[in-house]
């Protein structure tokens, strides 16, 4: 596949198109590069999942030779899958990088938060998230957020203002005018920044193997014991599942987001190689939220409420 | 679903849609979307709930793009959205604006990025103030290519009459704007004539659909006459014992084509040198064009940092403290002569200070009013601009990337203004601004 020199034009006779990973992979090198440029303590969310992994990928091209100006953040929900903790652990030891992580088990057992009753711990890294933002004056927060995955993304701008209380404002956003991003906050503010804005999941994937990126081994099939929850198949495990009446079983199952696993579910597949995932998207009729993610379906507005109190 | 032809990569179209409130606007991109395929099973199970939540009979497509509370609550879209979907041929990058007239900013917004721009108008109403405005806004912000998009056909007997006239009247009025390519189309979204699928109702219609022209325009840049600019955004140095000596020049080109062995000039100092390696990203190559981001390897170990623009010796820009722009302000509070400022310009952000504002476009009929006082949220007008520091400014209508600036308010770092530098368009019917000698040419 070529990845810099596409095919002659047809109705120009010019040699000078890029394909749309390239413009792609252009447009968010030059959003990591504007941020080295003008701010002080950016940082890099960091999950272990692919969109987090697309982002640390692309981190690592912008700054080539050099090593990224970055370091990392993780928040820990306690109920992450052990083979994304032991990719995350390993990618930065790989690369020489710092990672910060921020315990919601830790916010609990100091009792500042509750679990909920329904086990979902999505919606508690928001306080673990927000505090670190600011104990380590972070002015520059990356995250993989896509405006395809729901439709409050899809009002979010590249670079998006946080108050001091990290909340977001979407009728007091600033415009985004051709590539001028403008990344001006007063101390304590921060700047929420999204690379991978106009990326969709099939982009991603396609860019995935077209770079030979390695990934955590979850996103691809493999026998696994679940039960079903809410129309998912959720992980069973000591988070708290499953409960009465669910019962256990083994099947072929993979991810299509990595999340806590209280809420982020399986999908029936045989796709063991990213060929068969990208196929298998390719035809996918729901969207990969709509799949997979509980926590997206509390209510119309769930996603705008929460990214309203500062989630990412 | 053919998987194979969407594995492949394809060319990436920005655009970004026009149109009032009632001309269907909301229908056309649910069309494109539905029929597109776009959208997916548990999307429009969410619309199908709330609209009969809501009351509703049918699920109202205009749910999937208004994303806010306060959208859904009023039932308006009050903010650019972004829609992502794709077809075989290309994957598209919608800007979905909202019609209303004290939205030109987002228009502005929208059509800054976008390489299209589509004109809806209702087949029954014909070319209006609003289409006009629209036309105005795509002439200014220099959109290549422009789609004329004459809805509810299916209201109007899908008589090629009607077509004709709105298509030649729209023609006219934006080719005088200085439009370069205009695209006229017959559809009916709702009933989706020409939409994806050709219509059976208007046979007399030899042109492509909707879709097929999306897919089909050029997204090529054709850099033959192109400046080259690369505004410098970071200085690449690991210091490491593999790369003891490297220093790259990072940035993303605005403009144009570099070569190993450009000479190359470094603006505003002046310096000139040679370029002996482009990396990109990671990888050597010989040339590299826009909107490719790379790294420029340079001859000499001269003085270079963020906010400096490299250009070719033999066509550099002028640098200068005095700046002519035609702006859309967007912000609430307004812009008045005096008020002190920032400027972004490429990977620059200096002060300045707004010295005069000579006039204001009234989009309505393009005519000017003099010396205004001050720009307010959504209007355009003539600004002059005086900076701290000598920038090297192109004209907008040479360099879209490099002709273009922002204002920040640097009390609280909102984006105030969006800048377009030299000569706009012109109007059709010149009105002078009689206070002054050198009334500004819209």
């Not at chain 1, 999204?194 to 982009?203: A, G, Q, R």
């Amino acid at each position: 596949m070529t990845t810099t020199v596409a095919a002659v034009s047809e109705e120009t006779g010019t040699p000078y198109t890029l394909s749309h990973l390239d413009s792609l992979e252009s447009e968010a090198v030059h959003i990591f590069r504007e941020v080295a440029g003008e701010f002080e303590r950016p940082v890099i969310l960091f999950s272990g999942g692919k969109d987090s992994i697309v982002m640390l990928h692309l981190a690592l091209k912008a700054f080539a030779p050099a090593a990224i100006p970055f370091t990392l953040l993780h928040v820990d929900t306690g109920h992450n899958f052990p083979e994304v903790l032991e990719y995350r652990d390993r990618t930065v030891a790989r690369h020489g990088l710092r990672l910060h992580v921020a315990s919601v088990q830790d916010y609990i057992d100091r009792g500042v938060l509750r679990e909920r009753p329904d086990g979902t711990r999505n919606p508690l890294q928001t306080v673990p998230l927000t505090e670190r933002i600011q104990a380590e004056k972070f002015d520059a927060v990356f995250g993989g957020g896509r405006r395809d995955e729901e439709k409050a993304r899809a009002k979010e701008r590249v670079f998006s203002l946080r108050d001091e209380f990290s909340q977001w404002d979407p009728r007091r956003q600033r415009p985004e005018l051709w590539n001028l991003y403008n990344g001006r906050h007063a101390p304590g503010e921060h700047v929420r920044v999204f690379p991978l804005s106009n990326w969709t999941e099939l982009d991603v994937w396609q860019y995935i193997a077209r770079e030979g990126i390695e990934l955590p081994e979850i996103y691809f099939a493999h026998e696994r014991e679940v039960f079903m929850r809410a129309g998912m198949w959720l992980t069973a495990g000591e988070w708290g599942g499953p409960k009465d009446g669910e019962t256990v079983e083994k099947r072929q199952v993979r991810y299509r987001t990595v999340g806590d696993m209280s809420c982020t579910g399986a999908v029936d597949s045989d796709a063991t190689t990213l060929d068969a995932v990208i196929t298998e998207i390719a035809a996918s009729r729901l969207t990969e939220r709509g799949a997979t993610r509980a926590d997206d379906k509390m209510s119309e507005a769930a996603m705008e409420d929460r990214k309203r109190e500062g989630y990412f | 679903m053919s998987t194979t032809t969407e594995l492949t990569e394809t060319t990436l179209l920005r655009f970004a849609t026009a149109g009032s409130v009632d001309d269907g606007k909301s229908t056309l991109v649910g069309r494109l979307l539905h029929d597109s395929k776009s959208v997916l099973t548990d999307q429009l199970e969410a619309v199908e709930r709330a609209s009969a939540s809501r009351g509703q009979e049918g699920p109202d497509l205009a749910l999937l793009t208004d994303g806010l509370r306060a959208e859904r609550e009023q039932g308006i879209t009050i903010d650019v959205a972004y829609r992502y979907f794709a077809t075989a041929k290309r994957r598209f990058i919608l800007a979905d604006t909202p019609g209303h007239v004290q939205y030109t900013r987002n228009m502005v917004t929208g059509a800054s990025t976008a390489e299209l721009t589509v004109i809806l108008v209702d087949a029954r109403n014909g070319v209006v103030e609003q289409t006009r405005r629209h036309a105005a806004i795509a002439a200014l912000l220099r959109v290549p290519h422009v789609v004329l998009a004459v809805n509810k056909m299916d209201l109007v007997g899908y008589e090629e009459t009607v077509f004709a006239a709105i298509a030649e009247e729209f023609t006219a009025y934006a080719s005088e704007l200085g439009v370069p390519e205009i695209t006229s189309i017959p559809i009916s979204a709702l009933a989706g004539d020409n939409v994806v699928e050709p219509s059976a109702n208007m046979d007399w219609y030899g042109g492509p659909t909707f879709l097929e022209h999306l897919e089909s325009v050029p997204v090529a840049h054709d850099l033959a006459h192109c400046h080259a600019r690369l505004p410098v955004q970071f200085v690449i140095r690991p210091q490491t014992a593999e790369h003891p000596d490297y220093r790259g020049y990072a940035g993303q080109i605005a403009a144009g084509t570099f070569r190993v062995g450009d000479s190359v000039t470094v603006l505003p100092s002046g310096r000139t040198t040679k370029v002996t390696g482009i990396d990109l990203l990671g990888k050597p190559v010989a040339a590299a064009w826009t909107p490719q981001s790379v790294t420029l390897l340079l001859e000499d170990d001269i003085d270079i940092s963020r906010g400096d623009l490299l250009v070719p010796t033999k066509d550099a820009p002028a640098t200068t403290q005095d700046i002519e722009a035609t702006v859309c302000h967007v912000a609430d509070q307004p812009l008045t002569v005096g008020h002190r400022v920032l400027l972004k310009h490429g990977t620059r952000t200096v002060k300045a200070i707004v010295k005069d504002i000579p006039s204001r476009l009234t989009l309505d009929d393009l005519s000017l009013h003099p010396h205004p006082g001050q720009l307010v949220a959504n209007d355009i007008g003539r600004v002059k601009i005086r900076t701290a520091e000598a920038l090297p400014v192109d004209s907008y209508a040479d360099s879209r990337r490099t002709g273009s600036f922002i204002l920040i308010d640097p009390a609280d770092g909102t984006t105030l203004t969006a800048g377009m530098v030299g000569e706009s368009f012109a109007s059709p019917e010149p009105v002078k601004d009689e206070s002054e000698d050198d009334g500004w040419d819209f």
